[in-house]
């Protein structure tokens, strides 16, 4: 079993829908959970860093932690045609390094015009 | 703020040759992480970098290597190139490699293997 599972999709909403992406973990230690956006032929860009558990905005984009279930999502809201990319979660444990990141195989999403 | 400059973009080789990519992190970015990323695999870590020095590495042969130099820009390495190198080879950067200070990715450099 991985250390953490995600849908590898694809994905596909119509424009203006609120989409809802998610992954699974095993590993109990991690602390700190992040959320990446790579669009075809770029590099994973940080959209969003959360420490332990709860809820962050940043526009139309929220992220969410439950520890206890060990799940995390990324919901976007207001979804519009560039939001169309791979979505990757990304997880560590607190006293770790850059070596011990553990990501997610990414989800593929397209937003229908 | 300039952020993470890999190059080349792209690269052509044949089997058995060897290559050289380059990763230059963001100002001030102490931390370099190299990363292979193919679409069976995912994102695997190949190693860490800080101040010159290999940090961690992961589960790559020996034909992978990398360095850091004094102004925190690394190299990476590949030798002897084999059919399933091709793939797109991810530089991040960070402070200092710790959990609490999230990596920012390059571009990438896609390896082609003929």
């Known amino acids: 079993q991985k250390e953490v599972e995600q849908d590898p999709g694809p994905l596909s909403v119509p424009e203006g829908a609120i989409v809802s992406l998610n992954c699974t973990y095993s590993?109990?230690?991690?602390?700190?959970f992040m959320w990446y956006r790579q669009y075809s032929r770029k590099g994973p860009e940080l959209l969003m860093y959360t420490y332990s558990s709860g809820n962050k905005e940043d526009g139309r984009f929220t992220a969410q932690v439950d520890k206890s279930s060990k799940y995390i999502s990324l919901f976007i809201r207001d979804s519009q045609p560039s939001d169309s990319a791979t979505y990757l979660c990304a997880m560590s444990r607190r006293y770790s390094s850059a070596s011990k990141i553990i990501f997610g195989s990414g989800t593929r999403l397209s937003i229908r015009p | 703020k300039a952020g993470v400059t890999q190059t080349p973009r792209y690269l052509i080789k044949t089997r058995g040759q060897q290559v050289t990519l380059s990763c230059s992190p963001i100002s001030g970015h102490r931390s370099v992480s190299w990363y292979q990323q193919t679409p069976g695999q995912g994102l695997q870590f190949l190693f860490e970098?800080?101040?010159?020095?290999?940090?961690n590495k992961g589960n790559f042969p020996g034909r992978f290597s990398g360095r850091q130099f004094s102004n925190s820009r690394s190299e990476m390495n590949v030798s002897t190139l084999e059919l399933g190198d091709s793939a797109l080879y991810l530089c991040?950067?960070?402070?200092?490699?710790?959990?609490?200070?999230?990596?920012?990715f390059g571009d990438g450099t896609r390896l082609s293997i003929l």
């Open positions: 991040a950067s960070s402070l200092d490699g710790s959990p609490n200070q999230p990596q920012h």
């Open positions: 590993n109990s230690a991690f602390q700190y």
């Open positions: 970098y800080f101040s010159e020095t290999q940090r």
